[in-house]
Nanobody, 124 residues
């Protein structure tokens, strides 16, 4: 079954950092734009960041700009999300998904291969 496996979440104090990993299983991600999403309790899922297939283009949601960095290693079939200066508002389950239609980050993306997510909790 083609899906992502997310890892690296945990409990962190405000101001701390985490590095999430998103490993593709059952498919090769090198031709796809990949995005990280998060869903906080009681809220809708939101896109946090996206990276093009080559890694040459990235985009970030306003709340995480300057704090989060998305990257990818196609040789390892993995995408990463470095999260610095964490805030309580970053709490949620983080997922990654591949855009089945585009190799660049697109507003018309069609995301597939969702994983089970990894929990991030930021609390003192």
């Amino acid at each position: 079954q083609a899906q992502f496996v997310e890892s690296g979440g945990g409990l962190m104090q405000p101001g701390g950092f985490l590095r999430l990993s998103c490993a593709a299983s059952g498919f090769t991600l090198e031709h796809y734009a990949i995005a990280w999403f998060r869903q906080a309790p009681g809220k809708e899922r939101e896109e946090v960041s996206c990276i093009s297939s080559t890694g040459g283009s990235t985009k970030y949601a306003d709340p995480v700009k300057g704090r989060f960095t998305i990257s990818r290693d196609n040789a390892k079939n993995t995408v990463y999300l470095q999260m610095n200066n964490l805030e309580p508002e970053d709490t949620g389950v983080y997922y990654c998904a591949a855009d089945a239609l585009h190799y660049y980050c697109s507003a018309a993306a069609s995301y597939h291969h969702w994983g089970q997510g990894t929990q991030v909790t930021v609390s003192s």
